[in-house]
């Protein structure tokens, strides 16, 4: 007949298809572990760089700037920034993601302080600028604003961007913040030759200051520095 | 925390999922009832039948569809064929007229009324205990009215059979679409039969038991689908309706993207209205599977298609809107930028699994139904066409025939 119903059925189906979005979530999970897992072997290679380079610094001291190795300066650490950015925003801000962004962040700092070590005594070419932004919804700029990093990075392979979100818990991130009295409500700030820049800057106007960078870094040691 | 968005996404795509793995669940219980007969078949007996060709501006078509009439395989003289020309302005009068002596057709003029209305001067003139209508751009094979009939034969709580519509000619790219489309659709509406469950009784060829008009009436306007609408009217009233696969009549389908959305539209618009006058029987146990499983279904793809193009659009506008802010920031770049593929940004959200399944449940059903139609197993390239073709479209006639609906803006036949 007509009006019969297999109860049964819409029974069976219903757990068929709760154990498919279980298969679903498990397989997202699982594939989700594995780019933490990714990610955690990028860190440590980078951690593992800038101890060795930091190491061999201290090592060779002044005497053979050519002897540094060039993995610092290697560009995993914005390939690490790129992927742990899209981990933010597709595996959510889990405690494992915060982990390893507060991780980030400390091994930007440490890469900051050895560049720029290496640059002021071996002359290599190179320019800094310190990004503080936050990832709040109110911060339409900060948005604008890494786009114009993305860009100035693309044209000066010698500059160097590191990018701390305002909100990581990290004693280290903190005492940048203090250090350059960086406000939540100025965001985006930028700091380049210790000089600290609030708001929106352009393009232009931030080329100008790179450039001027350069040029700081020509005038004092003698260093084989093209424009 | 999931926003209530997401959360909508996630109810929508659980509901799909549950459609389909509920067709093939159907389908691995009743797949040993699939018959696909080659050859030809005797009846017992051969009960009379009326076939009614409705036409209306079909001087292309009309003659081949009265041909294939003709050349069924079923005694001549159980066989009456009335051609009703519903006020044609072309001279689909003048092509069915060259058939009035045949000793067993009637050919009939009348004042253009809509196609329900010349189905009724059909039943009308009706004496048999079997009435039928078919399109007049539809072409019926010669062994599906015997095949058709033998259901009847087998289960006389039959009151109702519905053939299998397949396409004539699938030339362009959007025939070759449809033609998928229609050969998921015999699968679909295989699986119905099997839940008692079939919501229209296609206008090409079903053919009913003269009883079914007797008792509920004549054919209805029905929003201009008036081939759901009694199919409906029939499922209120726990009428059986059956599917016969193996008997197929060929359809004439649009050729063009235009006509293709505006025969949808009335079938979606047709579909919503249908289900509004019939509203009271949603989720009534003693109407069947029919109120329980086919009506929701049919609530819950409008509302999936409906929700995920928004999304589309939504997220397609932020890319722009983002592209634009990107282009007024940093300019227009000529660099080409070294593109790297690194798996690791494949995108490993549960709902893509789930997406993934859905797809792969359809094209099964387009597997099947293609085997059921065609007698080939595998992938077609039809079925390439249809995703991309129906994925832009669709949205678009469903969102239309809602706010016809909205309006109360009634489609126009073509």
């Not at chain 1, 390893?100 to 890469?111: A, E, H």
């Not at chain 2, 002596?101 to 189905?119: Q, S």
Request: a positive charge.
């Amino acid at each position: 007949m007509n009006n019969n119903i297999d109860w049964k059925k819409y029974l069976i189906v219903f757990f068929i298809t709760v154990g498919l979005f279980v298969t679903a979530i498990y397989l997202s999970n699982y594939f989700g572990n594995q780019k933490i897992n990714q990610l955690k072997t990028i860190q440590d290679k980078i951690a593992i760089d800038i101890l060795s380079s930091e190491t061999q610094f201290s090592l060779l001291s002044e005497l053979s700037c050519k002897s540094i190795s060039d993995s610092v300066f290697s560009s995993e650490l914005g390939e690490l920034g790129n992927k742990l950015e899209w981990s933010q925003n597709n595996l959510g801000a889990t405690d494992e993601v915060s982990y390893l962004k507060k991780y980030y962040s400390l091994l930007q700092i440490k890469d900051y302080l050895l560049a720029k070590k290496i640059s002021s005594r071996c002359g290599t070419k190179s320019a800094f600028i310190l990004y503080f932004y936050t990832t709040a919804a109110n911060c339409s700029l900060c948005g604008q604003e890494s786009l114009v990093l993305s860009t100035l990075r693309e044209e000066y392979p010698e500059l160097r961007v590191y990018s701390f979100d305002y909100s990581t818990d990290l004693s280290a991130v903190t005492s940048m913040l203090q250090i350059y009295k960086i406000k939540d409500t100025e965001l985006p700030a930028l700091v380049i030759d210790d000089e600290v820049l609030t708001g929106f800057h352009s393009l232009e106007d931030l080329e100008a200051r790179v450039q001027d960078s350069f040029k700081l870094q020509e005038a004092l040691p003698a260093g084989d520095i093209k424009k | 925390m999931i926003s209530a968005f997401d959360f909508i996404f996630y109810i929508l795509i659980f509901l799909s999922v549950y459609v389909q793995v509920f067709f093939l669940v159907t389908f691995i219980e009743n797949r040993k009832k699939i018959v696909i007969r080659n050859g030809k078949i005797k009846l017992k007996n051969y009960p009379a039948i009326s076939i009614t060709v409705p036409c209306w501006n079909e001087e292309n078509t009309v003659e081949k569809t009265v041909n294939s009439l003709l050349d069924l395989n079923y005694p001549k003289d159980k066989l009456k064929i009335f051609l009703i020309d519903d006020g044609s302005t072309d001279k689909t009068l003048d092509v069915i007229n060259k058939f009035k002596d045949y000793p067993n057709i009637k050919v009939f003029h009348k004042e253009n009324g809509g196609k329900f209305t010349a189905l009724n001067l059909g039943l009308e003139h009706c004496d048999t205990d079997f009435f039928g209508g078919l399109d007049a751009d539809s072409f019926a094979d010669p062994e599906s009215l015997v095949r058709i009939m033998s259901y009847f034969e087998k289960d006389s709580e039959a009151m109702a059979v519905a053939p299998s519509v397949i396409i004539s000619n699938s030339k362009n790219i959007i025939k070759k679409a449809q033609k998928a489309e229609y050969n998921m659709g015999v699968y679909f509406k295989k699986m119905l039969c099997f839940l008692g469950a079939i919501n229209v009784t296609p206008g090409p060829m079903t053919i009913f038991k003269k009883k079914v008009f007797d008792d509920l009436g004549g054919y209805r306007h029905g929003h201009n689908t008036e081939d759901m609408e009694i199919a409906y009217r029939m499922q209120k009233n726990n009428y059986k309706i059956e599917h016969c696969n193996d008997a197929y009549v060929y359809t004439n389908t649009p050729g063009t993207t235009k006509k293709l959305y505006k025969q949808r539209l009335r079938w979606i618009y047709g579909f919503i209205n249908n289900t509004i006058d019939y509203r009271k029987i949603l989720f009534r146990k003693k109407y069947g599977n029919f109120a329980v499983f086919t009506l929701p279904m049919g609530v819950i793809s409008i509302l999936s298609v409906f929700y995920l193009f928004s999304r589309i659009v939504y997220n397609l506008g932020n890319f722009l809107y983002s592209k634009i802010v990107q282009l007024k920031i940093v300019g227009f770049s000529f660099k080409i930028k070294s593109f790297i593929f690194d798996p690791f940004f494949i995108n490993i959200q549960s709902f893509i699994f789930l997406v993934f399944s859905i797809y792969f449940l359809v094209i099964f059903a387009m597997i099947l139904g293609r085997r059921m139609t065609e007698g080939k197993w595998g992938l077609s390239m039809d079925m390439f066409y249809f995703f991309p073709i129906f994925t832009i479209i669709a949205p678009f006639w469903l969102m239309k025939a809602v706010y016809n609906t909205l309006l109360q803006r009634k489609p126009a036949w073509r």
